[in-house]
């Protein structure tokens, strides 16, 4: 037995700052995506082909031009697809891979060319000549209401309480409509998919997709084989945000058909117009709503109806609208509620999953009838906030029945006013409005609650596998994606805090469908309180079994084995881990193991609205100050202080980048990306010279965040940390508040400024236009 | 004379010279790495030069000095980098040495998440380090405007920005070391011949001088010429055109001159907005926000002023600014020169007074009076790296408190940059005065019937057009809160 002098700790262990797996490769350009992998000999690419209406027959299709453009192997159509052509990933068989006999929006996927270039398969495809014959279309969420439009899933009712009674009861009684624009995901990666083909019915695909065995499975049945034939990798995506959680089966089966068909591989990348123009984005809402509430503020009911647009097909629509409803409430308690959806089909790309799920458009307007109250009484919003907060006898009881039994918003709020220096500050705000005419400041803090697991309680699971080799070295593999949330890092630190190694000693491994089967997507923020327990039960189980083999070799105690700094210690003595390892092995002890894990405590019971959705709530605020230009509704955000609760951190720096990151992004979802569509039914903001999300220079100049480091989640999380991916999205809720704070000066504060969202300058112009003839003519 | 003539494209490739016979007019420099030289660190984002992701620096020989300047490669077609320096990502560091000041700062400030973004935002902040190791946060910022990060918020990148100096030190770096060695290669390659690849629709043309431009354009009227191909670059890879025969400018040394002399600037028609951005500045520093608003870095140092002028779009950033100044435009078509004032040059939404055959060769914008103000305000969606929805450019003349003489120009509210012309009358001989202003921003409704598209609706063209002058009047009253401020207006 060696003896070893014991170190402190590892390298890279959890709780610790540790930096991106791929960092050093991201910088150097060596970072692979799938566009980078070296192509085999033969690889041929494939271009979609585009529907140029938004709602038609297709009456004929004429692809002679196409099929003798230079380069072109063939075409590809609904004719040519073995299996079912359909990718619905809500099994409703409303999602075409390729549209039949007509098209249901503008840019709905028609055909593929496939050539020896992307160029050449891209100039073919501008050359079919298809015939339609219009149809009416509708891309409105209004119109569609108007048009008697379908619903595309199963509407939601949340309710509890009695409204009647409550309303009755309410001093006053606002109504309202709010309209809340979806929001493009601009991943800077776009879609992509890389199929090689195999034997007999096999088929590998390397796909930009943050649910690998949906895609899979997606493959499979387009395919009409087996999902044992189907292997989908996923090493790192560049971005997703939701938007790959679905969206990449259309390029997996489209590269799959054709590598089958044709025997070569097959590389499915389109153009970002394409990509824009044919993958759904989040949902835009059109909220009415009515709230009773008496003199100070406290509400006392709410009734609302959510509309979303959903596009032309299920696909997330569903429990994208039900989280719009189980977040309007956010951190208040409703005494009495009704919550309703209107899933409504429109003749537009089907919209689908975006970081918050339908959360941020049901928190925004819970925001907004908050603005309402505070304008309609002419208090501060915050202290409205303040005293509709969860808590207290009887106050704690969600639109869904669930309790809210880890309420931490109020320590949250209180610690931010200090550190923003909240009070003070909106005294300068208001003076300065005073004094300023042109220029005038807003300042808003919000707060935020979301709900963590999957509503579908089936997803709430996760694989992972560990391979420990003689030489010490630790191959892990887990069902999540790394789509640059630093999933990859966290994990592997959290398997090497169980085996007291070295982080370096750990390799992650792409995502692999071969490796860890029916995973589900790395989305709802949960990737790494799935994967990262997953990792740690696999671990566990190999630890187990060294402890066991230690036990006995030695002749100690089970209780007397410890997994030490790179070393194991057995009694007094020390081993090295990769000696340990080694004899290990010599005494045939499996050092490979499958973990699982899966969410206790949750259930949910959609028919009825009741049930116990979520495991626990993230929590975070955020203080934001404006200036606003009342002659152009320009705007820019001075400054933004937040706090946000991650829990026990498994790494600091990644989460703080993650609460920075979704800030921003959530600040653009509600100021400058505007998604437009014209008269036609095409969406023009289809690319980044015309779809604007934040720059360098849009981001608060002044920016404290920071994390609630005190907190730790009650529940038996991984190591007590919470979930981080979408809550922080809405901490930019502040800056649309602080704007509307901005334009309600013009009418001293005491009309509800009710800026739709977003809130571009052309909006919030107009709105203080508004403003100031409401004032005028009140 | 004879022209000498050579039939390849030659350019320095990091630490390789390059030698390429067979160039397609429309090959960009972005899928010439990626394809045919599988150096795939530089991404595509976007493929139309508002992204970043595909940003490399590209070193010009000008007068005997070369500069870096980061470009978009998705949009640079690889013709136009004769007898420059081309260096990408994988020029910075080798696979298992350190890593790049650069790198090493945004590695150390986790401010990569994805990393898709993060080649072109090493680059861009390369290429800003070399030019100015201690930038200012605005200065960051500025360089900047051309990268789009969807992951981090940027705050990250802004830090391993400020820290990059503090890591690795200037002078050590190889672009400036070797700066003399490159300069030497440069000039060799730089040899003065006319370069023609291709025939017919494949052909490309880089002409030897501007004499041998305009004998070029005048024997090949249908020819598309190409300065800086912001705009060219997406008729490429958006609408997939065929643009040939191609006729390059922006390598010629005598179009990429900016000059000023008692009464006014000459601009010549290659000078990009980077280059003329010091002489804009000092000699007419009310366009310096409108300067640093144009596109991104990227694009500003690759677009031309020229190029702005002669594309005639009626939401060109210059276009306004510059008729308010009175700038004209000097034509030229084989021998023939001739110069008309800017705003005769826009004739209508396509259509400009350029015959074929005839090239932009400068711009010529004369100074304005001490009596005179000017001022130019764009207002867009986004406030930087975006295209205007409005920009109005005001110019007055007083004497003795009244209007004696104005100009108003407007980009985003006609199918031309276009006068205010009933406004400008209404304004003439006025006391400059509230009244008097709120007496002629009803005029806008003659001068101008503004569309609504994506970018803004017509009621909002319409109303922020006359709060423009309503701010260029109350600009002229008072100097405190008639603006946001873009620096730093709150307690940190």
């Known amino acids: 037995m060696n003896v070893m002098q014991p170190i402190d700790r590892i390298r890279g262990g959890v709780h610790e700052k540790e930096r991106h797996e791929s960092g050093r490769k991201h910088v150097t350009g060596t970072a692979e995506y799938i566009d980078d992998i070296p192509e085999p000999a033969g690889t041929l690419h494939g271009y979609l082909g585009l529907s140029g209406r938004a709602h038609a027959e297709i009456l004929s299709i004429d692809f002679e031009a196409v099929k003798t453009s230079p380069g072109v192997v063939g075409v590809l159509a609904a004719g040519d697809i073995p299996g079912e052509n359909d990718i619905s990933p809500a099994h409703k068989h409303d999602d075409p891979v390729f549209a039949t006999g007509k098209v249901e929006f503008h840019g709905q996927p028609i055909f593929a060319v496939i050539a020896t270039t992307r160029d050449a398969a891209r100039r073919a495809a501008a050359k079919a000549r298809i015939e339609y014959r219009d149809l009416p279309h509708v891309t409105d969420v209004l119109e569609a209401a108007a048009a008697d439009y379908p619903l595309v899933v199963d509407p939601l009712k949340l309710e509890r309480g009695d409204i009647v009674a409550g309303f009755a009861r309410s001093r006053h009684v606002v109504e309202g409509e709010m309209r809340i624009g979806g929001q493009d995901h601009f991943y800077l990666e776009g879609h992509i998919s890389f199929a090689i083909p195999g034997e007999d019915d096999e088929v590998t695909v390397l796909a930009s997709t943050q649910h690998p065995s949906e895609t899979q499975h997606m493959v499979a049945q387009v395919l009409g084989v087996p999902s044992n034939a189907v292997t989908v990798n996923v090493r790192r995506m560049g971005g997703a945000f939701g938007g790959k959680e679905t969206q990449a089966n259309l390029f997996a089966a489209v590269a799959a058909l054709a590598a089958k068909k044709f025997g070569r591989a097959v590389k499915v990348r389109p153009d970002r117009d394409d990509d824009m123009t044919a993958t759904g984005k989040r949902h835009d809402f059109h909220v009415g709503y009515k709230i009773g509430f008496d003199d100070d503020g406290r509400i006392g009911a709410v009734d609302a109806v959510f509309a979303a647009r959903c596009g032309f097909s299920a696909d997330l629509s569903g429990p994208v609208t039900d989280r719009a409803l189980f977040h309007a409430d956010n951190c208040y308690f409703y005494p009495n509620v009704r919550l309703r959806s209107r899933p409504l089909k429109t003749n537009t790309v089907s919209n689908t999953a975006f970081r918050g799920f339908g959360g941020p458009q049901g928190m925004v307007c819970g925001e907004r009838m908050i603005e309402d109250v505070a304008y309609t009484l002419g208090k501060d919003p915050l202290e409205i906030r303040k005293l509709n907060f969860y808590g207290g006898e009887g106050r704690n009881l969600t639109p869904y029945h669930q309790t809210v039994d880890d309420n931490i918003i109020g320590r949250i709020i209180e610690e931010l006013e200090v550190s923003a220096d909240y009070a003070s500050r909106r005294q300068a705000v208001l003076a300065f409005n005073r004094e300023s005419h042109v220029v005038k400041r807003g300042i808003a803090l919000t707060p935020v609650k979301f709900g963590i697991s999957f509503t579908k309680t089936e997803y709430n699971q996760a694989g992972a596998l560990i391979h420990v080799y003689t030489d010490g070295s630790i191959q892990l593999n887990h069902g999540g994606t790394e789509m640059g949330q630093g999933l990859y890092t966290k994990v592997a630190q959290l398997v090497a805090d169980e085996f007291q190694v070295d982080l370096d000693r750990i390799k992650v491994t792409a995502t692999s469908t071969g490796k860890v089967p029916n995973t589900s997507a790395t989305a709802a923020s949960s990737g790494s309180d799935l994967n990262g327990m997953a990792a740690a039960n696999a671990a566990q189980q190999i630890k187990a079994r060294l402890v066991r083999f230690a036990s006995e070799r030695y002749g100690v105690s089970e209780a007397d084995v410890a997994f030490e700094p790179n070393t194991i210690r057995v009694g007094a003595d020390r081993i090295a881990f990769v000696d340990f390892i080694k004899s290990a092995y010599a005494a045939r002890v499996q050092l490979s193991a499958a973990g699982f894990y899966k969410t206790p405590k949750i259930h949910w019971d959609r028919s009825e609205g009741r049930g116990r959705p979520f495991y626990y709530y993230a929590y975070g605020a955020s203080c934001s100050e404006v200036s606003v230009d009342t002659l152009t509704g320009e705007y820019r955000v001075e400054r933004t202080d937040i706090i946000h609760d991650v829990g026990r951190s498994l790494n600091p720096a990644l989460d703080l980048g993650q609460v920075e990151g979704a800030f921003v992004q959530g600040m653009g979802w509600l100021t400058t990306e505007e998604l437009w569509w014209d008269a036609q039914g095409r969406l023009r903001t289809h690319a980044p010279s015309t779809y604007k999300i934040p720059l360098a220079s849009d981001r608060p100049r002044v920016f404290n965040v920071r994390l609630a480091e005190w907190s730790v989640n009650r529940e038996e999380t991984i190591r007590r940390s919470k979930a981080v991916g979408e809550p922080p999205f809405m901490l930019g809720i502040s800056v649309l508040e602080a704007i509307s704070m901005a334009a309600a000066s013009v009418a001293g504060y005491r009309i509800p400024p009710r800026i739709d969202a977003p809130a571009t300058p052309e909006r919030v112009l107009m709105a203080i236009e508004r403003l100031r003839a409401a004032k005028t003519n009140g | ?492």
């Open chain 2, 1 to 492: 004379m004879t022209t000498e003539i050579r039939n390849t494209i030659r350019f320095v490739l990091n630490d390789r010279l390059v030698e390429l016979a067979d160039v397609s007019p429309v090959q960009t420099l972005l899928d010439f790495l990626r394809i045919d030289r599988n150096l795939r660190g530089t991404k595509e984002g976007c493929a139309e030069g508002d992204c970043g992701a595909c940003t490399v620096l590209v070193g010009r020989l000008f007068e005997g000095r070369v500069k870096y300047e980061s470009v978009n490669a998705c949009i640079r077609f690889v013709a136009s980098l004769d007898s420059c320096h081309v260096v990408t990502v994988e020029a910075l560091s080798r696979p298992d040495g350190p890593l790049h000041p650069v790198q090493q700062a945004m590695v150390e400030t986790h401010a990569s998440q994805c990393g898709f973004c993060t080649p072109g935002f090493v680059m861009s902040l390369y290429g800003l380090w070399m030019a100015n190791p201690k930038p200012s946060i605005r200065e960051i910022e500025k360089a900047l405007q051309g990268n789009l990060c969807r992951c981090t918020g940027y705050a990250a990148i802004i830090r391993a920005a400020e820290a990059i100096s503090s890591i690795g030190e200037l002078g050590k770096d190889p672009l400036v070391a070797e700066r003399n060695t490159i300069t030497r290669q440069l000039a060799l390659l730089k040899d003065g011949r006319r370069v023609e690849i291709g025939s017919e629709d494949e052909r490309i043309v880089l002409p030897g001088s501007v004499d041998d431009l305009a004998a070029v354009l005048e024997a090949n009227p249908k020819a598309t010429i190409v300065a800086g191909s912001t705009d060219v670059g997406l008729w490429v890879t958006k609408f997939m055109r065929q643009i040939a025969p191609v006729v390059h400018l922006s390598h010629l040394d005598e179009l990429r001159r900016i000059s000023a002399d008692g009464s006014g600037i000459t601009v010549g028609a290659g000078v990009s907005y980077t280059e003329a951005h010091p002489v804009i500045l000092r000699h007419f520093p009310q366009l310096r926000e409108l300067w640093d608003r144009i596109g991104g870095e990227q694009v500003r140092n690759m677009g031309t002023v020229g190029g702005n002028i002669a594309n005639g779009s009626p939401i060109g950033d210059t276009p306004p600014a510059l008729i308010a100044l009175g700038a004209s435009v000097s034509l030229r078509k084989g021998k023939r020169r001739r110069t008309l004032p800017l705003e005769g040059y826009f004739i209508e939404y396509g259509r400009q007074d350029r015959e074929p055959g005839e090239f932009v060769e400068n711009i010529r914008i004369p100074f304005i009076g001490e009596e005179e103000r000017l001022a130019v305000y764009k207002i867009s969606k986004r406030f930087d790296e975006d295209i205007s929805a409005i920009c109005g450019a005001f110019r007055v003349k007083f004497e003795e408190g009244r209007v004696a003489d104005t100009v108003i120009a407007f980009g985003g509210m006609a199918g031309t940059p276009k006068r205010a012309a009933s406004v400008e009358a209404a304004l003439k001989g006025a006391v400059w005065s509230e009244a008097a202003v709120e007496a002629a921003v009803s005029a806008f409704d003659q001068d101008f019937t503004p569309l609504s598209d994506w970018r803004a609706s017509a009621d909002y063209r319409m109303l922020v057009a006359k709060n423009l002058l309503r701010r260029f009047y109350l600009e002229t009253q008072e100097t405190r809160n008639t603006r946001i401020d873009r620096i730093v207006a709150v307690a940190v």
